[in-house]
């Protein structure tokens, strides 16, 4: 049983490019999160989606930002016109039940 | 707003030896859930060990162990006979009951000295 798969492990983007960043939960989750993790942070809780529906985006900056998790495919996290304040590890985390299991994380790099 | 904080940003500890980590919370609700997050150089969340509030009993895990103190909001993680894989960041984390999100502490850096 595969864990939770994101990918890729490593962004590089330009300031003002696109990052899409996917995940896919481990088999039988239906709730997907994400979250960021700032250089020497802890994780803060971004969105939390299941199949086709966004359940809690309370920690979704107002713009740029949005997520999906669709009927087919892995939950994407997009980011429209990086700026450098962007770069930071984003993690998914899936879950049928407590507790959270984690991706690996991509590290978006905004040079 | 349930907040989590680490008030020891790097710890060190001699291989072999016993260390803990310090974690205070803060909320309202009584029924909740308490967790402990290893974060080696590879990245990977690893959950070390759990806790549930409506448990007075501290959960151990092998090494692990917490101290579980309800009334003073405080939920400390002991390692015990330190070995050099357990380097690493440690998180707290709290999860209110009924709810899915995690609040994450800022982290303590663990060094173990061979």
């Known amino acids: 049983n595969a864990g939770v798969m994101q990918n890729p492990r490593h962004l590089v983007r330009r300031r003002g490019q696109e990052a899409r960043l996917r995940c896919s939960p481990m088999k039988g989750h239906s709730h997907v999160y994400w979250y960021r993790q700032l250089p020497e942070e802890g994780l803060k809780f971004m969105v939390y989606l299941q199949k086709e529906n966004i359940i809690d985006e309370s920690g979704m900056p107002k713009e740029r930002f949005s997520a999906e998790f669709p009927k087919e495919g892995p939950s994407i996290l997009r980011i429209q016109q990086v700026v450098r304040g962007d770069s930071a590890a984003y993690f998914c985390?899936?879950?049928?039940?407590?507790?959270?299991?984690f991706g690996n994380g991509t590290r978006l790099t905004v040079t | 707003a349930q907040t989590v904080t680490q008030s020891q940003p790097e710890m060190s500890v001699q291989e072999a030896e016993t260390v803990t980590l310090s974690c205070t919370y803060d909320t309202s609700e009584s029924d909740y859930y308490l967790f402990w997050y290893k974060q080696p150089p590879s990245r990977q969340m690893i959950l070390v060990i759990r806790?549930?509030?409506?448990?007075?009993q501290n959960a151990t895990e092998n090494r692990f162990s917490v101290n579980f103190q309800k009334a003073a909001k405080s939920f400390s993680l002991k390692i015990s006979d330190s070995q050099l894989g357990d380097a690493a960041m440690y998180f707290c984390?709290?999860?209110?009951?009924?709810?899915?999100?995690?609040?994450f502490g800022q982290g303590t850096r663990l060094t173990i000295n061979p």
């Open positions: 985390a899936s879950s049928h039940d407590s507790p959270l299991h």
């Open positions: 984390a709290y999860r209110r009951a009924g709810a899915q999100k995690l609040v």
């Open positions: 806790q549930e509030a409506y448990k007075q």
